[in-house]
């Protein structure tokens, strides 16, 4: 069965650095997603994309991040200057279609370790 | 705004015996529930959704789920539990206006022998 992947599993980064995560979506999907879950609390989306351009986002994902589809395979999620509280498990996940007709699968994650 | 409720955070229930975990949600039209499930160190493991129509549906691994409108309630169940089932449930929202799934805080089930 076709897997969203996530690239790094874990990754440690000082504050104030950038981090980039990798993510490569389910082949034929065209709506890609980030989540957080930060230790203890629930999964939280960040931001939704779809052809090419940010299609929803939360309060959470502000000027500090931002999302590319640099090529036909990849979508990263970039933090900018990091800070303690960004460290958290982060979830990329696809779909297919929107919302309204397939669910959307996750991969396994990258823990994200602020120091 | 949507909003899901998962009441109970720790579930224990023994090997064999049957499972229900809560799920209320808050939205004004109809929601698109899905249940998915988190091993340890894993990823979110899509378990069943639903859409719209036959308000009991079946997933993988055994699991079912009731979508009980006058409840607004979606409530996971398992007739017999394996040890395997061990693991973070999560319940989660989303509608047609938008993208974003809303997920509950997530029960944790403990299944002993």
């Known amino acids: 069965e076709p897997e969203v992947t996530q690239t790094p599993s874990h990754q440690v980064t000082q504050m104030g650095q950038e981090v980039i995560l990798r993510c490569v979506p389910i082949s034929n999907h065209l709506y890609f997603y980030w989540y957080r879950q930060i230790l203890g609390q629930k999964v939280e989306f960040l931001v939704s994309f779809y052809n090419n351009e940010i299609s929803e986002k939360s309060e959470i994902f502000d000027d500090q991040f931002s999302v590319e589809r640099p090529d036909g395979s990849n979508f990263t999620l970039k933090i900018r200057s990091t800070k303690l509280e960004d460290s958290a498990m982060y979830f990329c996940?696809?779909?297919?279609?929107?919302?309204?007709?397939?669910?959307?699968?996750f991969g396994d994650g990258t823990r994200l370790s602020i120091l | 705004a949507q909003s899901v409720t998962q009441p109970d955070i720790h579930i224990t229930v023994s090997e064999g015996a049957s499972l229900e975990l809560r799920c209320n949600y808050s939205y004004g039209a109809t929601p698109y529930l899905f249940w998915y499930v988190q091993s340890p160190g894993q990823g979110l493991q899509l378990l069943l959704k639903?859409?719209?129509?036959?308000?009991l549906v079946q997933g993988i691994k055994g699991f079912e789920a009731e979508f009980k409108r006058s409840q607004s309630s979606f409530n996971l169940r398992k007739p017999s539990v394996h040890w395997s089932d061990a693991a973070e449930y999560f319940c989660?929202?989303?509608?047609?206006?938008?993208?974003?799934?809303?997920f509950g805080k997530g029960t944790s089930l403990l299944v002993t022998p």
């Open positions: 989660a929202v989303g509608s047609n206006s938008g993208y974003a799934l809303n």
């Open positions: 996940a696809s779909s297919g279609q929107g919302i309204s007709n397939q669910p959307q699968h």
């Open positions: 639903y859409f719209s129509g036959d308000t």
